[in-house]
Structure formats: C-alpha cells, structure tokens
C-alpha cells in the first residue's frame, strides 16, 4: 500500500454569532465556515503500529501529552469498525499556528481519518466517518466543506453557493486558548445565536458586503487577552484594497478579504514587509 498525503485545511469561520452558555456548559452558535487552500499536510503509510510523528515549524508548540486529536480519532474509527488501532505511521506537517481559531486539530484528525480509510479500502464514506469524528469541530473539518454551522458548531448545512473569497490570514504569533475566550466572553454581555438570511446574491463583492454586517462575538474578548490581536486587525485594516477584516473562531488568527487574489498576495508582501514575525499567508476561502 502507497502512502496517502492529504491537505487539512484552515478552517475560517467568516461570521461568529453566539449565545449565552446552556445548562450543558456549551454555548450555541451560528457560523458559516469556509476552508482556505493552505493548511497542514498529513501523510499516512503502512506500519506495524499506530504511531505519530510531527514536522514542520509549529512542531515544537505541539503539546498533546501524546494523546493529539488524530490518534483520538483514529483510535475511536479502530473501535467503530472493530479492527483495532489502525496499523499505520501519520506524519503531521504542521504548517498552521497552535491555538490560531483555524481548527488546525481537528481538520488533521478529519484528514487522517480520510487517509487511513482510503489506505485501508475501509467502507466508509464521509459522513459515516464523521460519526467518529473528535471534538465540536470534527464534523465539519473532515468534510471541510463551506457550510452554516448552528447549535454546538456540529449541526451543518452546506451552502454551495459561496464563492472562492480571495484572502490573506494573518497571525501575530500568539496564543488564544478556546476556553480562555469563552471564559472572557461569559464576562460580558452575551450576544445571540441568530442566524442571518443569506445575501441577496452569491457574487464576491455582494458576500463581503453581507459579511461586513455580521460579527464575530468572540472578537472583543478574545483582543481583552491578546492585544497582539487588535493589532493585527488594526495592520489587517490598512491594506491597501481590504474589504473586510475580522478575526476568525476564538483567535488568535485574522482574516483580511479582497476582490481578487491579485490584491491578496500583494498585500501579504506588503505585510510581511512591516511585520516578519508574524505568519501571513494569502489564500482562496472555498
């Protein structure tokens, strides 16, 4: 058996509108989520054990006590199908920042999944395999399709119609932990889990209009603990051609949209120009 190499993308959520924290603990939300065409790469090849190795330049920021989400979802697709812990060697080239709002995990344990059933010719299509997917966003990073994601983020309707968005996501070499923000957000005033009607049409410059009317409510609180983020969004702003700068998920990542990819990458030249340190990559969100 050939190894199998497949892109996990990052995971944008181009609006983020939640509600006060349920019962449960968990807050309810309404999103509707892109996938860029950057992200990590994970490459799986026969082995006599299920084992995991990481790459790349956010390797040494990986912290799971060796317990990642992609040997979590692959030990649980072993019990679901009954064969164990899948014999294979996973290799994670981790491209995408730690704790950056882009699903980073569970867009590598939703890729590793893929590979593993296609190496192994298991009978399983992407929505069987999502009912072993890991945490809140495995659902929707393994299909890593453009979707409207409600309640917890696992309830999905995909939406076709979005256009590939030209931009360029920004990252200023921070952390932003999920429950932190939460946490700062529970702080304050809560917002609403609504979801707005679609826009009037699904052309480039009508989508971002629509978006510039929406939010992301976790933007405030999660700026409060990394200022760094606020200047990123500030940076992000004055651009030359953005349309729109918002921060993606819990943070600490910022998405800056254009009319073209053109405009895109020239602006992450100019940007890694006046900040290197910070990761910048332009890209197409699909």
């Not at 968005?165 to 609504?194: F, M, Q």
């Not at 009037?200 to 976790?218: C, H, K, M, P």
């Amino acid at each position: 058996m050939a190894p199998v190499r497949l892109l996990a993308p990052a995971k944008v959520n181009l609006f983020l509108h939640v509600g006060p924290v349920a019962a449960d603990g968990y807050h309810p939300l309404a999103s509707l989520v892109a996938f860029a065409d950057v992200g990590d790469a994970v490459t799986v090849q026969p082995a006599g054990g299920l084992s995991l190795t990481v790459t790349g330049p956010f390797a040494g920021e990986l912290n799971d006590g060796g317990d990642n989400l992609i040997l979590q979802a692959l030990r649980a697709l072993g019990q679901a199908t009954g064969v164990g812990d899948p014999p294979v060697a996973v290799t994670l080239d981790k491209q995408l920042p730690i704790a950056a709002g882009l699903g980073g995990g569970s867009s590598d344990a939703g890729a590793a999944l893929k590979a593993v059933r296609d190496m192994l010719d298991l009978p399983l299509d992407d929505d069987a395999l999502a009912g072993v997917a890991v945490g809140a966003d495995g659902p929707m990073c393994l299909h890593a399709r453009a979707a409207w994601a409600e309640d917890r983020g696992d309830r999905l309707t995909f939406e076709p119609r979005l256009p590939p968005l030209p931009a360029l996501l920004i990252n200023p070499g921070v952390p932003s932990p999920t429950g932190a923000v939460y946490r700062a957000y529970d702080e304050g005033s809560a917002g609403s889990a609504d979801r707005p009607e679609p826009p009037g049409d699904w052309a480039v410059s009508t989508v971002i209009d629509w978006l510039s009317e929406q939010r992301n409510d976790l933007e405030a609180p999660a700026v409060a603990l990394q200022p760094a983020i606020g200047e990123a969004l500030t940076a992000a702003a004055r651009l030359p051609g953005v349309r729109l700068v918002r921060m993606s998920g819990s943070g600490a990542t910022v998405f800056a949209l254009f009319d073209t990819a053109d405009q895109a990458a020239a602006a992450a030249r100019r940007l890694i120009q006046t900040h290197p340190d910070w990761w910048a990559r332009p890209s197409l969100l699909r």
